[in-house]
């Protein structure tokens, strides 16, 4: 019974131990496969990704065969599976940020300019300072903190280097801390900043708010937020691409929930930036490696026993960066004055209409927008489409342009279509400029109890077109300095032959036993330092802060100092808008028509009536208190064929007995289409007049004249402006 029993234990271990085996050898199976299909990742994250794309999409890559390493696309795997397993770069389709790495920092004690230098400190301390004698000691001791103060230096002056030094970067989303921000090109320079998880309050189909993590970065004031569907970070979404019935439809936020979510996501209607202090700009100026340099001198100065020049030249440096971190400071604190209009407006919230200030506006808002009673300038708060009602505004602190444009609502556009802000700005109200004149409609279901234009905002704060025009100003590139290729490229230049110089002083005075290490390490680093004159940049700050003075009498401000430099390079300098180098009046030259063989025609009585008349009315003239504004080639136009325009939108003849042209719909020109059309009626016929490139207007002519392209160039060439002129009548 004994040895039966001890066989069937035998017996039994051994069939669990093949068992076992066989499971094990299964598992390995199951392994390669999996790793067969992902190549170039490491089985933690490989693993931990499978997991996930095997919820998500039900695949089970375990039943399908082995393959080769070099063929990928076997399976149908999550969109940027193999991207995000090998590499922790998220690649950001954008204008400001092109890609962004996922970084964990490091505790203090781990990083690289910590930890290696603490095993120095120690080594010097217990191994050097007993084995030689105390001053070569102190030399050695002099050596290391040079190496570690220029290590914390270029973790200032690189951002690469930080992030290697303090950073680790990850694949998890949810084991970062912080990003390194790569920028589009001519973008201005990378950046480190903080990761951050949050819960949102959203609106979903039932009464109950839904909380759900939201993981984001705010990059030069603007938001990305991390898309699980796209696997990468977007940018926070405006309702700026909606169809036209989507605006109409609209009455504002509907419930207190809704505004909650709105304000949450989107924030308050403001520029918010913080205002940099002395200390901060100073420290900043401080750290630039021409002040470093320096400061190495004087110190290098001060132990070769120059005390008096070497104060003196610390006292000068001192002096004029702080007049350069002053004028800065000036001129940021100008910028702080460029801020969202306060102005009380009228708001649909909740059903009725509510007084808010212009900060208080977030996207989805419906507003009465409109001209102050009392006449007083207002600027808009944020960027609106009109949806009823029709304005005049002021766009020139955003264009340049001095001519005010006429905004029309989209009430007339078709539902179906999509608004584009670039293409549709002609319904499109723009943070920052100013409504000159106003026209309500009464005929709009939703009534404005002020009689404002009917607005509905698309987006506010940094990403309104003022707000963009801030980012601009504040962001754009990076921040010019003493530094320069050419300069760092001369001083290599220079450093390779005092390299070699100090070598030879250093060779030849180890040589000599009874001379001082000391002195002969003190005059090494003064051979390699001398090839750069300390008062080199000092000279450089002189000249820009009497160029900063020179601009500030003028009324002009500078936020970048060492940019002035930069203008003795320009050779050049072309200016497109009237008005700047040349006078603002246009003159009328003529007309060529189709059947003079070219001839520019300056007689207006001798052109067609039609002619006359698509010139005197197919135009986008107003009036704004009492005076008629628009473009200087429409008002030349119509002053060059003696015509009148009135506010009634009519225009006729100076000389009486002639018809009167009445305008009954304007459409506005458009940039991208180059051309400008309006409906009129003359006695009771209803004519089409449109106006526009030659260029563009060719392609829509039936009969082309032979001669029409040879007589369009022939006066565009000559510098003049040229439009097509175009007439078609309405069978009523």
């Known amino acids: 019974m004994g040895e039966g029993s001890s066989h069937g234990a035998t017996g039994g271990e051994n069939r669990e131990e093949k068992a076992r085996e066989k499971r094990e050898r299964e598992r390995e199976e199951k392994s390669r496969n999996t790793q067969a299909h992902v190549p170039g990742t490491t089985s933690r994250s490989s693993s931990a990704f499978l997991s996930r794309g095997l919820r998500r999409d039900r695949v ?4 399908l065969p082995a393959a080769p390493i070099s063929s990928p696309n076997l399976v149908d795997l999550p969109q940027g599976f193999f991207r995000r397993s090998s590499m922790a770069r998220y690649q950001v389709d ?18 690289l300019d910590v930890w290696p230098f603490a095993i120095l400190y120690s080594l010097w301390l217990f191994l050097v300072v007993p084995s030689i004698d105390f001053t070569d000691a102190l030399i050695v001791l002099a050596g290391i903190a040079v190496v570690h103060i220029l290590t914390l230096l270029f973790t200032a002056w690189s951002v690469d280097f930080r992030c290697f030094v303090q950073f680790s970067k990850v694949n998890d989303i949810h084991s970062a801390n912080a990003c390194k921000i790569i920028p589009a090109k001519f973008s201005g320079p990378k950046e480190v900043t903080p990761l951050h998880f949050r819960r949102t309050i959203s609106v979903p189909s039932s009464s109950s708010t839904a909380n759900k993590e939201e993981i984001y970065f705010d990059f030069r004031k603007q938001r990305f937020i991390f898309s699980a569907e796209k696997d990468t970070f977007c940018k926070l979404p405006y309702p700026t691409k909606e169809s036209f019935g989507y605006y109409l439809k609209s009455s504002g936020h509907g419930s207190e929930t809704k505004l909650t979510a709105a304000t949450d996501k989107w924030g308050r209607n403001v520029f918010e930036y913080p205002q940099p202090t002395f200390q901060k700009l100073m420290k900043e100026h401080c750290m630039e490696p021409f002040f470093v340099f320096q400061v190495f001198c004087v110190g290098l100065w001060c132990l070769d026993e120059y005390w008096y020049y070497s104060l003196f030249t610390l006292f000068m440096l001192f002096l004029f960066e702080s007049t350069m971190a002053k004028s800065r400071l000036k001129t940021l604190t100008e910028l702080r004055r460029v801020r969202v209009d306060n102005q009380i407006l009228l708001v649909h919230r909740c059903g009725r209409w ?10 989805g808002d419906v507003v009465s927008i409109g001209r102050s009673s009392t006449g007083e300038d207002k ?3 944020a960027d609106m489409l009109l949806l009823a009602g029709s304005a005049i505004v002021n766009e020139a602190i955003l264009t340049g342009e001095s001519t005010p444009q006429w905004k029309t609502s989209v009430f007339a556009c078709t539902a179906e279509d999509k608004l584009s802000i670039k293409r549709d700005k002609n319904h499109v109200l723009f943070g920052g400029t100013k409504i000159l004149q106003h026209t309500p409609d009464k005929l709009f279901p939703l009534k404005t109890p002020d009689g404002g234009c009917l607005a509905y905002v698309l987006r506010t704060g940094f990403e309104t077109s003022q707000g963009k025009l801030m980012r601009t100003i504040l962001f754009s590139t990076e921040r010019v300095t003493a530094n320069s290729w050419e300069s760092g490229l001369f001083i290599l230049f220079l450093v390779f032959f005092a390299i070699i110089a100090a070598g030879y002083v250093l060779k030849k005075g180890l040589e000599d036993p009874t001379r001082s290490k000391y002195k002969l390490f003190l005059s090494c680093s003064l051979i390699i330092t001398s090839v750069i004159p300390p008062e080199l940049p000092m000279e450089l700050s002189i000249a820009v802060n009497t160029s900063l003075i020179a601009l500030a009498r003028r009324g002009i401000f500078c936020t970048e100092p060492f940019r002035i430099p930069f203008a003795g390079k320009v050779d050049i300098c072309c200016f497109d808008k009237t008005g700047t180098l040349t006078s603002d009046d246009m003159e009328f030259q003529g007309v060529v028509g189709v059947d003079n063989n070219g001839d520019l025609v300056s007689d207006t009585t001798k052109l067609p009536l039609r002619t006359v008349q698509v010139l005197a009315a197919c135009h986008a003239l107003v009036f704004v208190e009492n005076k008629l504004v628009g473009d200087p080639l429409e008002k030349a136009a119509l002053k060059g064929i003696d015509w009148i325009y009135t506010s009634d939108e009519k225009a006729m003849p100076k000389k009486s007995g002639g018809q009167a042209v009445q305008i009954v719909h304007r459409f506005h020109f458009a940039s991208h289409l180059k051309r400008m059309a309006v409906i009129v009626r003359v006695q009771e016929e209803f004519l089409a007049f449109v106006k526009g490139a030659p260029e563009t207007l060719q392609e829509r002519i039936a009969d082309l004249p032979a001669t ?19 007439t078609r009548l309405f069978q009523t």
């Open 379 to 381: 600027s808009v708060p």
């Open 60 to 63: 089970a890559l375990v039943s």
């Open 708 to 726: 029409y392209v040879e007589i369009y160039k022939k006066y565009t060439r000559q510098g003049l402006v040229f439009w097509l002129l175009h």
């Open 94 to 111: 954008g204008k400001v940020v092109q890609g962004v790495d996922l970084l964990r920092k490091k505790h203090w004690v781990w990083r």
């Open 354 to 363: 509510v007084k808010l200030p212009g900060t208080e506006l977030v996207p």
